[in-house]
């Protein structure tokens, strides 16, 4: 059986924002999200800043999901609670694709703390470190 991001992640179209796993590790991943005319968090085409961080979240809970999956197991639930010192610095439209590589740091009271960016055509426009509390 292969990995199903849509099966094993909470996220739905049109809200999920990470298309295809291209790599991961124990504490790392890549991800993939096109941004398409349907997507949401779209103002006149351009991906609204907000977006990004989300693109920075899901990409950690794709993570988790695909190390659940490889154990057998359900995947946890989670949500954002926390951007810090995240730079943004570039924006995203409609058409664009998006690289996103974060890595897990630590995990401290349910909570994953995690680095990463978010590139296109490998000039990052999000930077910075992110949590996210987790149960399940």
């Not at 994953?112 to 399940?136: L, S």
Request: charged share 25%.
């Amino acid at each position: 059986m292969n990995f199903d991001l849509l099966t094993m992640m909470e996220h739905k179209p049109p809200m999920l924002l990470v298309d295809e796993i291209q790599e991961a590790g124990d504490d790392y991943i890549v991800t993939a999200f096109s941004v398409r005319p349907d997507a949401l968090f779209l103002d006149g085409g351009v991906l609204r800043t907000e977006a990004l961080a989300e693109v920075m979240a899901q990409s950690v809970a794709a993570l988790n999901a695909y190390k659940a999956w490889k154990n057998g197991k359900p995947s946890e639930k989670g949500f954002l609670v926390m951007l810090k010192k995240v730079v943004f610095s570039g924006e995203a439209a409609v058409g664009d694709t998006l690289r996103c590589r974060m890595e897990i740091t630590d995990f401290l009271a349910q909570t994953y703390i995690a680095n990463g960016q978010v590139c296109k055509e490998g000039r990052v426009i999000a930077d910075g470190e992110i949590r996210i509390y987790a149960w399940g």
